[in-house]
């Protein structure tokens, strides 16, 4: 539409024949309509964007308004309580000063709810708690956010993570022992067997193990992992399906989730997440009905 305003160099040319009175006035009266015809086009162009931005903003900010549901709301709680168990743990390994605590405590507070966004929306779209490790999930955020805050030394970062590692052996022993008394409650192992079931087990060890233990069930002890250990005896009997042998998955002792209210700030000793953060609160309970 540029190309319809008319240049000084047209409008003189045009200006300068000799033409009636009449028709001038008609030229210009045209050129005048197609001068602002194309000035407000290309307005209209400039103004529509902004226009377009504002649109989608206003639409994202009515999608984040929307309340949260039961289940992402209890997503949530159990959320800050397992990160504020975490971090009542770290300050008794750590010590961080209280500049560390602040800037470490300020970091999570900001950023906690979109870390874990699609925790809640895993949690809050499945039937069960079993579907989503929380624990192992906030373990690992608050790693990576300890390697985030400068203020924190290598030698606090080295604590933790040997924290960390000891709780992973010790999950380990935990988990292997039931299933080598498993093992051995179905296959009559000896003590000798025992101590070679365990080895085989923690060669093939793997976190879901863990999970799958913390959630209620103790998992199953394959034949074929520790048929190595067994005598030709057991591994006939092992072996026999006909025999229905009872399979054993026991109770690995789930208990519910550590729960932090969503208007209760991140601590640290006596340091809280700054004031200037804001807290995200449960939305109202609608009003009962006046009868």
């Known amino acids: 539409m540029a190309l319809l305003i008319p240049t000084s160099r047209f409008l003189r040319t045009f200006s300068s024949s000799p033409r009636p009175l009449s028709v001038q006035l008609c030229l210009h009266l045209a050129l005048a309509m197609f001068g602002v015809f194309g000035t407000s086009t290309r307005l209209s162009a400039q103004n529509a964007v902004p226009a377009i931005r504002l649109q989608a903003i206003q639409i994202a900010g009515a999608r984040n308004a929307q309340p949260l549901n039961d289940r992402e709301i209890t997503a949530r709680k159990w959320v800050r309580g397992l990160i504020q168990q975490e971090l009542n743990a770290l300050q008794s390994i750590c010590k961080l000063n209280p500049a560390q605590a602040k800037e470490l405590v300020d970091l999570i507070e900001t950023e906690w709810k979109s870390k874990f966004a699609s925790v809640f929306r895993s949690y809050s779209e499945a039937n069960q708690r079993g579907g989503v490790d929380f624990e192992f999930r906030v373990e690992t955020a608050v790693k990576t956010w300890m390697r985030e805050v400068d203020a924190i030394t290598e030698e606090q970062r080295t604590n933790w993570n040997f924290e960390l590692e000891s709780r992973n052996a010790l999950r380990r022993r935990i988990v292997i022992g039931k299933m080598v008394s498993d093992a051995e409650r179905k296959f009559g192992l000896s003590a000798k067997q025992m101590k070679e079931v365990e080895t085989l087990l923690q060669e093939r060890w793997k976190e879901a193990w863990w999970v799958m233990y913390r959630n209620g069930t103790t998992p199953e002890t394959k034949f074929a992992w520790i048929s190595t250990a067994l005598s030709d ?59």
């Open 233 to 291: 005896a057991q591994r006939t009997a092992g072996a026999d399906t006909s025999a229905g042998r009872q399979e054993y998955y026991t109770s690995g002792g789930s208990t519910d989730l550590p729960s932090k209210s969503l208007a209760e700030r991140f601590q640290i000793a006596d340091v809280q997440s700054d004031e200037s953060i804001q807290l995200q609160t449960p939305p109202a309970a609608p009003a009962k009905p006046q009868p």
